[in-house]
């Protein structure tokens, strides 16, 4: 398994804002294990298949950490050091997409903060145009970790931005990397 | 903009980083032990005022990194008073009066209060003008 939780990019605008879609499937692993079908004396829950919110926290996380790799040119080792703001109304179910939009809201050597809108594409609940609705935020906080921990060393190799994420750049057709 | 000004703007933009409640936001209060600051939460802070009150701070001009780790100010784990003497010259908006009377060098991060942030906020805006 890729630790992928975007499959598209759909839009960059270098340095700004990313915007990127996850396709919600059943096939997916995680969805199962999240609420699980439990039988008991006395009750039963059945299965409830969902796409869990530390996943999609890490979709945005994915989504505004390559807007912000981007912006240096994937130099900089970009780590998430906080979730400033995690905010999600409805619930993405199979079939859905989650339409994340980063943008940078400051940046420099140290680091970057990103504010972060998530939207649902749903086939039966977002009106028979299939107009994204907005479910949600969160709100980001990077490090960039080689100018930012008191002179701690790390490898040289940029372990953070392995090719994946570059390879969905490019194939999204978005941006050469 | 006036001292009560720039407290009540810095207090909302810590309640707002460090997830503290308002009446915890003195102006005594120490980032780190009291409001329970870590390390990225200063780089947040610096964001959260660079917008706040439209100033530049460039880094480590606020927030200094690895004070406690200048072997040449530190001496059996306490910063020397020459060392006390440099950090005073680098950082006028500190007050290092407390940190004086037991300057353990891990317990540095202590002198950075709300106060502090006011102080160097009033610093940046008088320059600015």
Redesign the interface.
């Given at each position: 398994m890729r630790w992928m939780w975007i499959d598209r990019i759909v839009e960059l605008v270098p340095g700004k804002k990313l915007v990127a879609v996850k396709l919600v499937s059943m096939a997916e692993e995680h969805l199962h294990a999240h609420f699980p079908a439990r039988t008991w004396e006395g009750g039963h829950r059945s299965a409830t298949p969902l796409m869990p919110m530390s996943l999609i926290i890490e979709g945005m996380a994915q989504t505004a950490g390559v807007l912000v790799g981007h912006a240096e040119g994937f130099r900089e080792k970009v780590i998430l050091a906080k979730v400033s703001k995690a905010e999600v109304t409805r619930d993405a179910r199979p079939g859905d997409t989650l339409r994340y939009t980063a943008e940078v809201l400051q940046m420099d050597r140290a680091g970057a903060s990103t504010k972060g809108t998530v939207e649902l594409i749903s086939p039966t609940s977002s009106g028979s145009s299939g107009e994204p609705v907005v479910i949600g935020g969160i709100d980001l906080m990077f490090s960039h970790i080689d100018n930012n921990m008191g002179g701690q060393e790390f490898p040289s190799w940029n372990f953070v931005f392995s090719d994946s994420f570059k390879t969905l750049l490019r194939t999204s057709g978005v941006a050469q990397v | 903009m006036t001292h009560d000004e720039i407290f009540t703007t810095i207090q909302a933009l810590l309640v707002?980083?460090l997830a503290v409640d308002e009446e915890d936001v003195t102006l005594g209060a120490r980032l780190t032990a009291d409001l329970g600051a870590e390390?990225?939460?200063f780089?947040?802070i610096?964001?959260k005022l660079?917008?706040s009150f439209g100033i530049n701070i460039p880094?480590g001009e606020l927030f200094p990194?690895?004070l406690s780790?200048q072997a040449d100010y530190v001496k059996d784990g306490k910063v020397t008073p020459a060392g006390i003497a440099a950090l005073k010259a680098r950082l006028p908006h500190v007050d290092f009066s407390k940190f004086e009377a037991d300057p353990v060098a891990k317990k540095v991060a202590e002198v950075f209060t709300v106060e502090t942030l006011v102080r160097y906020v009033e610093r940046k805006l008088q320059q600015k003008a």
């Amino acid at each position: 398994m890729r630790w992928m939780w975007i499959d598209r990019i759909v839009e960059l605008v270098p340095g700004k804002k990313l915007v990127a879609v996850k396709l919600v499937s059943m096939a997916e692993e995680h969805l199962h294990a999240h609420f699980p079908a439990r039988t008991w004396e006395g009750g039963h829950r059945s299965a409830t298949p969902l796409m869990p919110m530390s996943l999609i926290i890490e979709g945005m996380a994915q989504t505004a950490g390559v807007l912000v790799g981007h912006a240096e040119g994937f130099r900089e080792k970009v780590i998430l050091a906080k979730v400033s703001k995690a905010e999600v109304t409805r619930d993405a179910r199979p079939g859905d997409t989650l339409r994340y939009t980063a943008e940078v809201l400051q940046m420099d050597r140290a680091g970057a903060s990103t504010k972060g809108t998530v939207e649902l594409i749903s086939p039966t609940s977002s009106g028979s145009s299939g107009e994204p609705v907005v479910i949600g935020g969160i709100d980001l906080m990077f490090s960039h970790i080689d100018n930012n921990m008191g002179g701690q060393e790390f490898p040289s190799w940029n372990f953070v931005f392995s090719d994946s994420f570059k390879t969905l750049l490019r194939t999204s057709g978005v941006a050469q990397v | 903009m006036t001292h009560d000004e720039i407290f009540t703007t810095i207090q909302a933009l810590l309640v707002d980083a460090l997830a503290v409640d308002e009446e915890d936001v003195t102006l005594g209060a120490r980032l780190t032990a009291d409001l329970g600051a870590e390390s990225i939460d200063f780089l947040d802070i610096v964001f959260k005022l660079q917008q706040s009150f439209g100033i530049n701070i460039p880094q480590g001009e606020l927030f200094p990194e690895g004070l406690s780790q200048q072997a040449d100010y530190v001496k059996d784990g306490k910063v020397t008073p020459a060392g006390i003497a440099a950090l005073k010259a680098r950082l006028p908006h500190v007050d290092f009066s407390k940190f004086e009377a037991d300057p353990v060098a891990k317990k540095v991060a202590e002198v950075f209060t709300v106060e502090t942030l006011v102080r160097y906020v009033e610093r940046k805006l008088q320059q600015k003008a």
